[in-house]
């Protein structure tokens, strides 16, 4: 197993998209975070009524231990950079034949697909390490005295953040399995990602109200492990409650989810033609 580590790493190191992709990820992730505090500080510095009100009902998203969940939350919308990256990788060995090469230097079918899920859990655990050091650098300049003692109150946040992340490059993973052809599979990944489980959503839920249901489509699962940030619940507190009662619940079902993925892939590619 450290072998399959190993090699997947070594091509990963080589792969110049890799680094492309992780240098946009570490532009993306502190970006989107610092737009929001932003917003944030424009609403609560200028003095006033309505910013002492403002400050009042948001509180301070960016300061411990709640910047644990606003940055999980508001990275987790850039979950399709590393996306790209994950289908490129599978793709290419379809394209190059490398995944016919390893075959035949002696992997089993099974360490080939084993492989794979190193490459997308390497990536998950890089994505989240940027999480990681984007909240400590909020949480530390932004919080106070108080607010600093209290930083390890929220960092499930953390397994949360990677979860999600393994859980979403996996199903990118399977489609670019599946397709095999980089553009064919990206394409198909984000109209499903943008438009189709968004649509069939609010299909279920507004017009055939079933709520209920349209928690179960495959993105949607995962992304229920990292509800909407406290501030934004605050708008509905029963909705907010409910949504964080329903995380161990479904960090059950991601995982169901995320392991039926890879069980079904490696049954796949020991029956399909190389």
Same mark, same amino acid.
């Given at each position: ?79 399709? !950079? ?21 075959? !035949? ?28 050091? !984007? ?140």
């Amino acid at each position: 197993m450290l072998s399959l580590i190993k090699t997947e790493w070594l091509k990963l190191k080589k792969y110049k998209a890799f680094w492309w992709m992780f240098g946009i990820v570490m532009l993306t992730y502190p970006g989107i975070n610092l737009i929001f505090y932003s917003v944030y500080e424009n609403i609560t510095v200028k003095g006033g009524m309505a910013s002492d009100l403002a400050k009042m009902l948001i509180g301070n998203p960016y300061a411990f231990p709640e910047v644990w969940h606003s940055v999980a939350y508001f990275s987790s919308w850039f979950v399709i !950079i590393p996306v790209v990256l994950v289908i490129m990788i599978i793709s290419n060995e379809y394209t190059y034949k490398t995944n016919r090469q390893n075959i !035949i230097d002696g992997w089993t079918r099974k360490e080939f697909i084993l492989s794979k899920l190193f490459d997308v859990l390497i990536i998950a655990v890089v994505s989240t390490l940027m999480y990681v050091i !984007i909240s400590i650098f909020f949480g530390v300049r932004y919080s106070s005295e108080l607010e600093l003692t209290r930083w390890s109150e929220q960092v499930k946040y953390i397994f949360l953040f990677l979860l999600q992340t393994f859980a979403q490059l996996s199903l990118a993973f399977f489609v670019g399995f599946l397709l095999r052809r980089s553009f064919i599979a990206l394409g198909v990944f984000i109209f499903y990602y943008i438009i189709v489980e968004p649509a069939l959503r609010a299909l279920i839920t507004y017009y055939f109200k079933l709520p209920a249901l349209a928690k179960f489509f495959p993105l949607e699962i995962s992304n229920k492990l990292i509800p909407p940030a406290a501030f934004l619940g605050k708008f509905d507190k029963t909705a907010y409650e409910q949504n964080l009662t329903d995380i161990n619940m479904f960090i059950i079902y991601t995982c169901i989810l995320t392991a039926a993925i890879w069980f079904f892939s490696i049954k796949i590619y020991e029956k399909r033609d190389l």
